[in-house]
């Protein structure tokens, strides 16, 4: 069991990335903490039911059942579908044209009318793009999570956002629509949660998108060197309190940040995701 110390825990968990009892049993905890004890929770989460949660829209709905008719039932290649249609159908570009990225319900229009060649493609971001693909993977009924991976290096705490979605198996895997990416392991196999890069050795992971395998191939290797250090579970808008997980031999909470007034990792992360419970790794490095 974790020890609590106000607001953090210390988690004690092992950190390989294979299946030892160590990360098994961290990642039913962390699973159990995210949906609480409500086992109706993660459906919940997934229709939108969940208080602070929007609709789905009627634009999320008619790409779903688009993209239900070419996958077929199998979750997993719903979900990758998904991914595809968010990334292949908009821009990574922050200009003018990125003004309503955040607005999903007009993004998911405009990726819609793209996919039928109405229109230029949306200018979106990571974060646009995931909460675009979040909400298709709703209207597929699929349990998804918003996920946020955070870099120390530089002061403003730069962030990375894609998603986490649960396949028929229970087990939870990245589907990043930026990079059009999941990570697998190349040794055992299998595809990746946030938690198993954060605490997992990276030589052994191979991110994987729909025309190239590797860091360098999918341009993935600044993730890899810069921000798989900290995980958030972003569960704003609802009532809920996210979750921060932090590789302690990755990320420094307390180092105070240049040029903020003598603020930490911590208290400003605090202060962004309206202090989210965090679980710190107290194995040390791996």
Do not use: K
């Amino acid at each position: 069991m974790p020890v609590s110390r106000g607001g953090e825990r210390s988690w004690g968990c092992r950190a390989a990335l294979g299946s030892g009892a160590g990360l098994v049993l961290g990642s039913v905890a962390l699973n159990a903490l995210l949906v609480g004890s409500d086992p109706a929770g993660v459906r919940r989460v997934v229709m939108g039911r969940l208080r602070g949660a929007a609709p789905v829209s009627s634009a999320a709905l008619a790409i779903g059942a688009r993209l239900r008719a070419s996958a077929g039932p199998s979750r997993v290649n719903q979900a990758d579908a998904a991914r595809r249609f968010v990334h292949d159908h908009s821009l990574h570009r922050i200009d003018a044209g990125h003004a309503r990225a955040f607005d999903t319900p007009w993004v998911l229009e405009r990726l819609l009318e793209r996919a039928d060649g109405a229109r230029e493609p949306p200018h979106l971001s990571c974060g646009p793009r995931a909460f675009a693909l979040r909400d298709v993977l709703r209207a597929l009924e699929i349990p998804v999570r918003l996920v946020s991976v955070i870099s120390d290096e530089e002061a403003d705490l730069p962030t990375h956002t894609f998603v986490e979605v649960q396949g028929e198996d229970g087990s939870w895997h990245v589907q990043d629509p930026d990079y059009d990416v999941v990570y697998g392991d190349r040794e055992l196999g299998g595809r990746l949660s946030a938690r198993a890069l954060l605490f997992g050795g990276l030589e052994r992971v191979e991110p994987r998108s729909s025309t190239a395998h590797g860091w360098a191939a999918t341009r993935t290797a600044v993730l890899r060197d810069r921000y798989f250090e900290a995980v958030l579970y972003d569960r704003r808008p609802s009532y809920e309190r996210s979750i921060l997980l932090v590789n302690a031999a990755r990320f420094e909470l307390d180092r105070p940040l240049a040029g903020q007034a003598g603020r930490t990792a911590r208290s400003l992360l605090a202060e962004r995701y309206d202090s989210p419970l965090i679980l710190v790794d107290a194995a040390g490095p791996h």
